[in-house]
C-alpha cells in the first residue's frame, strides 16, 4: 500500500528515472551471471579433457557413418540370407568335428522393435546379434483372447504355411491370415465352451497351396478341413487301431496322400479319393511300431525344384530310437538307406530335409540334404541322382555336439538352428560348424507334446521308452517356413529369423566381415 501511495504521488519525471536506474542495475547483474557461467564451462572442458585418454587409432568408433568411411550407396541391400547363400553355401566332405559351446555368465534382454518382450540372449564378442525375435502380437493376443471368453483351449500345436493353424486342448483349430488376423475357428462350440469327442489336437499339418488342414486328435481320429470354407471335409475314425494317439501328421507333395504317425509308433499312409462327389479315404500301414516305434518323419517337397531329377520320386525319412531309414513311396515301397542312431532314453530323433548347394568332381549341383541327429551327434547326407537313373546317398559329414539336442532346424542352405534341453537356441554355420549366437529361449515356454507321447487320452498304453523320451518332444511347436522359425509358446507365437541390413542391427564387425566376403568373390570371379 505503501508503494501504491509513493507512486501515486510521485511525479513522471521521478517515475522515469527510477525505472532507468532499476534497468541499469539488472543488466549489470546478467552481464556478471554471463561472464560466470562461461567462466565454469571453459573450466569444466578442460577438467574432461585432461581426464580423457588418448584414443586407440586402431580402433573403431561406433558412431562413424558412411560419410566419414566414404562408402558408396547400394541401391539394393542384400540380406544377410543372400549373402550367407554365395559361394561359401558349399558343403564339403570332412571328418567328424567338434562345436564347443561359449556361454556368457550373464544373460542380457534383447526387445524386437514390434514388442517389448524379452528373450535371454547370451553375448556374442565376434558376428554380434544375427537372429532377429518378432513377438507376433495379433496372433498371440487372439490366442489368448479366444481361450478366455470362448473356452477354446490351451494351445498344443502349429502348422504354417500361407496362413498360421493352431490347435488346441479342446479340440479346436485357430487360423490366422499373413496380417495376424484371426479367418477361422475349426470344430464345435457349445454353450461357449469348445468342446470335441476326439480330444485335443495332437498334431497337423497345412497342404503346399494352403487349401487343406488336416490335424490328428489325442484320441486317435484324425479330419480334414477346407481353409477356404471352414468346412469339414473328412472324418477318418478308422485309419489305424484305437487306443493310441496321432503324433504327427505330414502332406506329401501329391496332394491326394498324407503320412500320420501314431503312439504306437506305428507310420501310415492315406490315399483321399472322391468319386461321383463321395470322398473316402484309403490307409495302409507303412511301417509297424512292432518293429521299432517310429518317432518322427520328414516327407521331402520339392515344389520348388519341379525340373530336379529327383522330382520323380517321392522321399520320406523315418526315425525310430535306433535308426533312421530312407524310403522312397512311389508305386512301390523301396528302403534306399539306413543308419544307426545312440542316444539316452531322455533324448528324442530328429529330421529336417533343405536344399544345398554341394561342390563335386563335375562341378556344384543342388540337391537334398538330410539333416539327422540324437542325443549330441548329427550326421548330414546328401541325395542325388546317378546318370544312370541310380539314387545315390553320400554321407557328407558328422558333427559331435557339446549338447544333448532337441530340436533340429535348416534355416537356409547354410545356417542350421539347434535347441537344446535347456532351451537354448545355436545358431550355426553348417560348412565351418562354428557357433555364430546362442540365444535363450526359455522365456517363450515352449508347448511339449508329453501328453500325446504318453498317449493319456486313451489310457497311457505306450512304452516306456516313448513315454520318457516325449517329455521334451517339440515337434509340433517349432515350425520352419520360409526362412522363419515359428516358436508356439502356451501365451504366445514368437518367429525366428536372420537379421537383414536393413535392419540396421548388424555389429560392424558382421559388417566389415560381409564387405570382405563380398570382395573376394568378386576377385574369384
Given at each position: 500500500?505503501?508503494l501504491?501511495?509513493?507512486?501515486?504521488?510521485?511525479?513522471?519525471?521521478?517515475?522515469?528515472?527510477?525505472?532507468?536506474?532499476?534497468?541499469?542495475?539488472?543488466?549489470?547483474?546478467?552481464?556478471?551471471?554471463?561472464?560466470?557461467?562461461?567462466?565454469?564451462e571453459?573450466?569444466?572442458?578442460?577438467?574432461?579433457?585432461?581426464?580423457?585418454?588418448?584414443?586407440?587409432?586402431?580402433?573403431?568408433s561406433?558412431?562413424?557413418?558412411?560419410?566419414?568411411?566414404?562408402l558408396?550407396?547400394?541401391?539394393?541391400?542384400?540380406?544377410?540370407?543372400?549373402?550367407?547363400?554365395?559361394?561359401?553355401?558349399?558343403?564339403?566332405?570332412?571328418?567328424?568335428?567338434?562345436?564347443?559351446?561359449?556361454?556368457?555368465?550373464?544373460?542380457?534382454?534383447?526387445?524386437?522393435?514390434?514388442?517389448?518382450?524379452?528373450?535371454?540372449?547370451?553375448?556374442?564378442?565376434?558376428?554380434?546379434?544375427?537372429?532377429?525375435?518378432?513377438?507376433?502380437?495379433?496372433?498371440?493376443?487372439?490366442?489368448?483372447?479366444?481361450?478366455?471368453?470362448?473356452?477354446?483351449?490351451?494351445?498344443?500345436?502349429?502348422?504354417?504355411?500361407?496362413?498360421?493353424a493352431?490347435?488346441?486342448?479342446?479340440?479346436?483349430?485357430?487360423?490366422?491370415?499373413?496380417?495376424?488376423?484371426?479367418?477361422?475357428?475349426?470344430?464345435?462350440?457349445?454353450?461357449?465352451?469348445?468342446?470335441?469327442?476326439?480330444?485335443?489336437?495332437?498334431?497337423?499339418?497345412?497342404?503346399q497351396?494352403?487349401?487343406?488342414?488336416l490335424?490328428?486328435?489325442?484320441?486317435?481320429?484324425?479330419?480334414?478341413?477346407?481353409?477356404d470354407?471352414?468346412?469339414?471335409?473328412?472324418?477318418?475314425?478308422?485309419?489305424h487301431?484305437?487306443?493310441?494317439?496321432?503324433?504327427?501328421?505330414?502332406?506329401?507333395?501329391?496332394?491326394?496322400?498324407?503320412?500320420?504317425?501314431?503312439?504306437?509308433?506305428?507310420?501310415?499312409?492315406?490315399?483321399?479319393k472322391?468319386?461321383?462327389?463321395?470322398?473316402?479315404?484309403?490307409?495302409?500301414?507303412?511301417?509297424?511300431?512292432?518293429?521299432?516305434?517310429?518317432?518322427?518323419?520328414?516327407?521331402?517337397?520339392?515344389?520348388?525344384?519341379?525340373?530336379?531329377?529327383?522330382?520323380?520320386?517321392?522321399?520320406?525319412?523315418?526315425?525310430?530310437?535306433?535308426?533312421?531309414?530312407?524310403?522312397?513311396?512311389?508305386?512301390?515301397?523301396?528302403?534306399?538307406?539306413?543308419?544307426?542312431?545312440?542316444?539316452?532314453?531322455?533324448?528324442?530323433?530328429?529330421?529336417?530335409?533343405?536344399?544345398?548347394?554341394?561342390?563335386?568332381?563335375?562341378?556344384?549341383?543342388?540337391?537334398?540334404?538330410?539333416?539327422?541327429?540324437?542325443?549330441?551327434?548329427?550326421?548330414?547326407?546328401?541325395?542325388?541322382?546317378?546318370?544312370?537313373?541310380?539314387?545315390?546317398?553320400?554321407?557328407?559329414?558328422t558333427?559331435?555336439?557339446?549338447?544333448?539336442?532337441?530340436?533340429?532346424?535348416?534355416?537356409?542352405?547354410?545356417?542350421?538352428?539347434?535347441?537344446?534341453?535347456?532351451?537354448?537356441?545355436?545358431?550355426?554355420?553348417?560348412?565351418?560348424?562354428?557357433?555364430?549366437?546362442?540365444?535363450?529361449?526359455?522365456s517363450v515356454?515352449l508347448?511339449?507334446?508329453?501328453?500325446?507321447?504318453?498317449?493319456?487320452?486313451?489310457?497311457?498304453?505306450?512304452?516306456?521308452?516313448?513315454?520318457?523320451?516325449?517329455?521334451?518332444?517339440?515337434?509340433?511347436?517349432?515350425?520352419?517356413?520360409?526362412?522363419?522359425?515359428?516358436?508356439?509358446?502356451?501365451?504366445?507365437?514368437?518367429?525366428?529369423?536372420?537379421?537383414?541390413?536393413?535392419?540396421?542391427?548388424?555389429?560392424?564387425?558382421?559388417?566389415?566381415?560381409?564387405?570382405?566376403?563380398?570382395?573376394?568373390?568378386?576377385?574369384?570371379?
Amino acid at each position: 500500500r505503501g508503494l501504491r501511495a509513493r507512486i501515486k504521488m510521485a511525479s513522471p519525471l521521478q517515475l522515469s528515472v527510477a525505472l532507468d536506474e532499476s534497468l541499469r542495475r539488472s543488466t549489470e547483474n546478467l552481464t556478471e551471471l554471463l561472464a560466470a557461467t562461461e567462466t565454469l564451462e571453459k573450466s569444466a572442458l578442460e577438467n574432461i579433457e585432461a581426464e580423457t585418454p588418448e584414443e586407440d587409432p586402431l580402433e573403431f568408433s561406433p558412431e562413424l557413418g558412411d560419410i566419414e568411411f566414404d562408402l558408396p550407396i547400394v541401391e539394393d541391400v542384400p540380406t544377410l540370407e543372400s549373402i550367407l547363400s554365395e559361394e561359401s553355401d558349399v558343403i564339403d566332405s570332412a571328418d567328424v568335428q567338434l562345436v564347443t559351446e561359449q556361454r556368457g555368465s550373464s544373460k542380457q534382454a534383447s526387445f524386437d522393435s514390434r514388442s517389448n518382450r524379452p528373450v535371454g540372449r547370451l553375448p556374442r564378442s565376434v558376428h554380434g546379434s544375427v537372429l532377429k525375435t518378432v513377438y507376433m502380437k495379433g496372433v498371440s493376443k487372439q490366442m489368448t483372447e479366444t481361450a478366455q471368453r470362448l473356452g477354446t483351449g490351451l494351445p498344443t500345436s502349429m502348422s504354417v504355411r500361407m496362413v498360421i493353424a493352431i490347435g488346441t486342448s479342446r479340440g479346436l483349430v485357430l487360423v490366422f491370415e499373413q496380417s495376424q488376423a484371426l479367418k477361422w475357428v475349426l470344430g464345435e462350440l457349445r454353450d461357449g465352451q469348445g468342446s470335441s469327442q476326439y480330444g485335443a489336437i495332437s498334431a497337423l499339418d497345412i497342404n503346399q497351396d494352403s487349401s487343406r488342414l488336416l490335424c490328428g486328435h489325442a484320441k486317435g481320429q484324425l479330419l480334414m478341413w477346407d481353409l477356404d470354407t471352414g468346412r469339414c471335409l473328412r472324418t477318418i475314425t478308422d485309419a489305424h487301431p484305437p487306443g493310441y494317439a496321432v503324433i504327427q501328421v505330414q502332406f506329401t507333395d501329391d496332394p491326394t496322400v498324407a503320412l500320420f504317425c501314431d503312439s504306437m509308433g506305428s507310420v501310415y499312409v492315406m490315399q483321399f479319393k472322391r468319386k461321383l462327389g463321395i470322398r473316402s479315404t484309403e490307409t495302409k500301414c507303412m511301417f509297424s511300431g512292432s518293429h521299432g516305434e517310429v518317432c518322427t518323419m520328414a516327407s521331402l517337397h520339392m515344389t520348388l525344384f519341379e525340373k530336379h531329377p529327383l522330382n520323380q520320386h517321392s522321399l520320406v525319412a523315418l526315425a525310430t530310437f535306433s535308426k533312421v531309414v530312407l524310403l522312397s513311396i512311389g508305386s512301390r515301397l523301396e528302403v534306399l538307406f539306413t543308419h544307426p542312431l545312440k542316444g539316452g532314453t531322455d533324448t528324442l530323433p530328429l529330421l529336417d530335409w533343405f536344399f544345398v548347394i554341394i561342390q563335386t568332381d563335375e562341378g556344384r549341383v543342388v540337391d537334398p540334404v538330410l539333416a539327422f541327429a540324437r542325443s549330441n551327434v548329427v550326421m548330414f547326407i546328401q541325395i542325388s541322382m546317378a546318370p544312370d537313373k541310380q539314387l545315390v546317398i553320400s554321407h557328407l559329414k558328422t558333427v559331435t555336439l557339446q549338447y544333448k539336442v532337441a530340436a533340429l532346424k535348416w534355416i537356409n542352405a547354410q545356417v542350421v538352428l539347434f535347441m537344446d534341453s535347456t532351451e537354448h537356441v545355436h545358431v550355426v554355420d553348417a560348412k565351418t560348424q562354428e557357433e555364430l549366437e546362442v540365444v535363450d529361449i526359455s522365456s517363450v515356454e515352449l508347448i511339449y507334446s508329453s501328453s500325446f507321447f504318453k498317449s493319456l487320452a486313451t489310457g497311457g498304453n505306450v512304452s516306456q521308452a516313448l513315454a520318457s523320451a516325449g517329455q521334451l518332444a517339440c515337434y509340433q511347436s517349432i515350425v520352419l517356413h520360409n526362412g522363419e522359425i515359428f516358436l508356439l509358446g502356451w501365451k504366445a507365437v514368437y518367429a525366428l529369423s536372420l537379421r537383414s541390413w536393413e535392419d540396421g542391427r548388424l555389429s560392424f564387425g558382421s559388417l566389415l566381415e560381409s564387405v570382405c566376403h563380398c570382395c573376394l568373390l568378386c576377385f574369384s570371379v
